[in-house]
T-cell receptor, first 111, second 114 residues
Framework: ELKVEQNPLFLSMQEGKNYTIYCNYSTTSDRLYWYRQDPGKSLESLFVLLSNGAVKQEGRLMASLDTKARLSTLHITAAVHDLSATYFCAVDLDNNNDMRFGAGTRLTVKP | GAGVSQSPRYKVAKRGQDVALRCDPISGHVSLFWYQQALGQGPEFLTYFQNEAQLDKSGLPSDRFFAERPEGSVSTLKIQRTQQEDSAVYLC????????????FGPGTRLTVT
């Protein structure tokens, strides 16, 4: 059974600091997604990573994928309060649109 | 253009009642997905449609859950004889096609079973 594990599950950081969220998964897949969810809201797509070594950046967020290690990272640079949200990674099981999500990382950025 | 919409946004049902949750995907999107998100958890896959065909229903937790998309656009998730453990947010997502990977999520329906 596919397992998708994120860590940390809770992250409190100060503005201006850097940090990395990790997403490990237990089966072969070369499609990985990162989503953001604000409280009471739906999921917003951040990144779609479709191959080994893929790296994408948007503003202060950068995501990468290592399919051999079955690991994706979401790196936060110089955090700002607006980044406070829950971040989910999701893996496409068997590359057939069956997405399995991690439990999420609840990020709080404090001034 | 309009995004994915879901109705109702909130639903309170007494245990044993049947409920129907509606999803209107983005116009022209071929693929449609339903997810269940319990409080503090990530979404869990329920079922997937490509046009009107239900290609995967492996995530439906019991035979009380039924989904349909008869004309390949609007979809309904029906839960019969609701139980307290069915309380969750039900999310619908759509994507342009089976080989276009980005899914667009609706706002969800929060179901509370009392």
């Amino acid at each position: 059974e596919l397992k998708v594990e994120q860590n940390p599950l809770f992250l409190s950081m100060q503005e201006g600091k850097n940090y990395t969220i990790y997403c490990n998964y237990s089966t072969t897949s070369d499609r990985l997604y990162w989503y953001r969810q604000d409280p009471g809201k739906s999921l917003e797509s951040l990144f779609v990573l479709l191959s080994n070594g893929a790296v994408k950046q948007e503003g202060r967020l950068m995501a990468s994928l290592d399919t051999k290690a079955r690991l994706s990272t979401l790196h936060i640079t110089a955090a700002v309060h607006d980044l406070s949200a829950t971040y989910f990674c999701a893996v496409d099981l068997d590359n057939n649109n069956d997405m399995r999500f991690g439990a999420g990382t609840r990020l709080t950025v404090k001034p | 253009g309009a995004g994915v919409s879901q109705s109702p946004r909130y639903k309170v049902a007494k245990r044993g009642q049947d409920v129907a949750l509606r999803c209107d995907p983005i116009s022209g999107h071929v693929s449609l997905f339903w997810y269940q998100q319990a409080l503090g958890q990530g979404p869990e896959f329920l079922t997937y449609f490509q046009n009107e065909a239900q290609l995967d229903k492996s995530g439906l937790p019991s035979d009380r859950f039924f989904a349909e998309r008869p004309e390949g656009s609007v979809s309904t998730l029906k839960i019969q004889r609701t139980q307290q453990e069915d309380s969750a947010v039900y999310l619908c997502a759509s994507s342009i096609g089976p080989f276009v990977y980005e899914q667009y999520f609706g706002p969800g329906t929060r179901l509370t079973v009392t």
